[in-house]
C-alpha cells in the first residue's frame, strides 16, 4: 500500500545544529508539504514542492530549508536550530492542486534544547 | 486574503449528546473546505470535505458539516458523541488557485464526558 512516513518520529538535538528531518511517500504525488503545528497556531505552511527541482516558501519559512531531487523525498533542514523551532512537523503530500487528495505523515516531535 | 477562524478552542459534552464545532471562512472566492481530526500523540485524518457537489456533507464516523455561504460557515456536527470522538478537530480551507495549500484554523479540543 502506499504511504507517506517521516523519520524520526522524535529529535531531540542542541541549538545551533544543523538538523535534517525526512519524509517519503510512495503515492507518486508532485505535491509535497511540511508543517509545524503549535499550541493556538494549528498548522502553519512552512515550504512546499510541485514537483522535482520545485520549492516554495511557506508562511513561516525563516530557519528551514528543502529539496526536491525526486518525486518521492522531501527533507526539511533546519540549518542552525532555535528553541522557536521546537514542534511537532508533519509533512503531507497531495494528488490535486485543488486540495483534494491529502495524506499526512505521523509526524516529528523535534525539541532543540 | 483567506482565513479560517474556528470560534471554540475547546468544548466539552456528555457521551450520547450532540455535538457542534463552529467554523467560520473568509475567501474572496468558494474555497474548498475540510475538516480533519487528530487523535492524541496521531498525525491528521480527513473527515469530510466540501468541494461545491453539495452543501451538506457527509463524513466519515457519523460526522457531517454544512456550507452556509451567506453566514460564511462551516460548522460540524455529529448526532450523538462517542467516547472515542474526543479529539483535536481542525477546520481547513484551501483557497483558490493556491496550489492545493491548506489553511489551517486554530483547532477546536473535543472532550467527551462519559
Known amino acids: 500500500d502506499a504511504e507517506i512516513t517521516q523519520s524520526p518520529r522524535h529529535k531531540i538535538t542542541e541549538t545551533g545544529r544543523q538538523v535534517t528531518l525526512a519524509c517519503h511517500q510512495t503515492?507518486?504525488?508532485?505535491?509535497m508539504f511540511w508543517y509545524r503545528q503549535d499550541l493556538g497556531h494549528g498548522l502553519r505552511l512552512i515550504h512546499y514542492s510541485y514537483g522535482v527541482h520545485d520549492t516554495n516558501k511557506g508562511e513561516v519559512s525563516d530557519g528551514y530549508s528543502v529539496s526536491r531531487s525526486n518525486t518521492e523525498d522531501l527533507p526539511l533542514t533546519l540549518e542552525s536550530a532555535a528553541s522557536s523551532q521546537t514542534s511537532v512537523y508533519f509533512c503531507?503530500?497531495?494528488?490535486?492542486?485543488?486540495?483534494?487528495?491529502?495524506?499526512f505523515g505521523s509526524g516529528t516531535r523535534l525539541t532543540v534544547v | 486574503a483567506q482565513s479560517v477562524t474556528q470560534l471554540d478552542s475547546h468544548v466539552s459534552v456528555s457521551e450520547g449528546t450532540p455535538v457542534l464545532l463552529r467554523c467560520n471562512y473568509s475567501?474572496?472566492?468558494?474555497?474548498?473546505l475540510f475538516w480533519y481530526v487528530q487523535h492524541p500523540n496521531k498525525g491528521l485524518q480527513l473527515l469530510l470535505k466540501?468541494?461545491?457537489?453539495?452543501?451538506l456533507v457527509k463524513g466519515i464516523n457519523g460526522f457531517e458539516a454544512e456550507f452556509k455561504k451567506s453566514e460564511t460557515s462551516f460548522h460540524l456536527t455529529k448526532p450523538s458523541a462517542h467516547m472515542s470522538d474526543a479529539a483535536e478537530y481542525f477546520c481547513?480551507?484551501?483557497?483558490?488557485?493556491?496550489?492545493?495549500?491548506?489553511?489551517f484554523g486554530q483547532g477546536t479540543e473535543l472532550s467527551v464526558k462519559p
Open positions: 503515492w507518486n504525488h508532485n505535491n
Open positions: 466540501y468541494t461545491s457537489a453539495a452543501t
Open positions: 503531507a503530500s497531495s494528488e490535486s492542486a485543488a486540495g483534494g487528495g491529502y495524506t
Open positions: 475567501s474572496s472566492y468558494s474555497p474548498s
Open positions: 481547513v480551507v484551501t483557497p483558490v488557485n493556491q496550489g492545493g495549500k491548506l489553511i
